[in-house]
């Protein structure tokens, strides 16, 4: 069962790093940009772009196990202020708005949560780090 169980962490990384990979080129559409300002969002032409940047480069690191503690705090920079920013569900009036948003605030609680396991741990078996005894 333990040889069995190394397999676990990289297909934990996997499963992680896919929402980072597959919501980074939404970041350099118009509409992202868009509601990200609507959001009140500063610089929304810049950060929003930027993110995209970070959420890509952190879910490739994780998910090669490459740096994977750099990955991690790479995300976690970016849902950090994401998620108090753009999930604010307790400022929503309308109920079900309000419900869709406290579902995507937890999710983003959640992958903060994985993010900082992964950046306190690193990567572990099966990885780029595991070689070079990072």
Known sequence: MKDFSRYMVPLGRLLFS???IHAAPHHFQSGTVGYAASKG??????LV???GLMILAGG???LLG????????????????T?????????????QAAMIQQIMFLKNLSMLGG?????????GPY????????
């Open 18 to 20: 896919i929402i980072f």
């Open 41 to 46: 969002v500063p610089f929304p032409d810049l």
């Open 49 to 51: 772009p930027l993110t």
């Open 60 to 62: 490739v690191s994780i």
């Open 66 to 81: 490459f740096r994977a503690r750099i990955g991690a705090l790479l995300i976690i920079l970016f849902l950090v202020p």
């Open 83 to 95: 998620t108090l920013v753009m999930h604010a569900f307790w400022s929503v009036a309308d109920p």
């Open 115 to 123: 993010a900082l396991i992964i950046f306190h741990f690193g990567a």
């Open 127 to 134: 990885s780029m780090d595991e070689g070079a005894g990072r």
